[in-house]
């Protein structure tokens, strides 16, 4: 990937440090809030939509090991074709894909959302315009409300 994107390989590990970190951190909120826990998480993002699939197989029962996992994986969501795997790697596709799974969750949004963008759109210019009095203003208005009459207040104008 370094070589890839032309990135520091020191960069691209500290990044998928990070990214892993986010994702358990996504994985062990998700179970604090009462969701089933998924095993595997395929992020999307393409046609201006987001899309999240969460997977729930058990990936521990060892029927499949990682290579063939990878293999399956790059087979369904990059749409590598068929004839470009080794007769190993199509035997286990196949085999997989025969497999009864358990039904992923899948989140999709559009990346932008014109609503959701216009709202935040609104709280920036009102954070924007909104000017922040200082404690030292905040106590001459209180020592002018409680100690100026108010008529001489509002002659003062």
């Given at each position: 990937m370094p070589v890839r994107f032309g990135i520091d390989e020191n960069q691209y590990i500290n990044l998928a440090d990070n990214l892993y970190a986010e994702i358990k951190k996504l994985r062990n909120l998700s179970i604090e809030n009462g969701e089933k826990p998924?095993?595997?998480?395929?992020?999307?993002?393409?046609?201006?939509?987001?899309?999240?699939?969460?997977?729930?197989e058990d990936l521990t029962l060892g029927e499949f090991d990682g290579n063939t996992m990878k293999a399956v994986w790059a087979y369904k969501n990059l749409e590598e074709p068929?004839?470009?795997?080794n007769r190993?790697?199509?035997?286990m596709i196949d085999k997989y894909e025969k497999k009864t799974k358990p039904e992923p969750n899948i989140f999709e949004m559009p990346l932008y959302n014109k609503e959701i963008n216009k709202k935040l759109y609104k709280v920036k210019s009102l954070?924007?315009?909104?000017?922040?009095?200082?404690?030292?203003?905040?106590?001459?208005?209180?020592?002018?409300?409680?100690?100026?009459?108010?008529?001489?207040i509002l002659s003062s104008k």
């Open positions: 998924w095993s595997n998480i395929t992020i999307i993002i393409e046609k201006q939509r987001y899309r999240v699939i969460y997977g729930y068929y004839a470009s795997f190993e790697e199509r035997i954070e924007d315009s909104l000017e922040f009095v200082t404690e030292a203003k905040i106590e001459e208005m209180e020592f002018i409300k409680t100690h100026i009459p108010k008529s001489q």
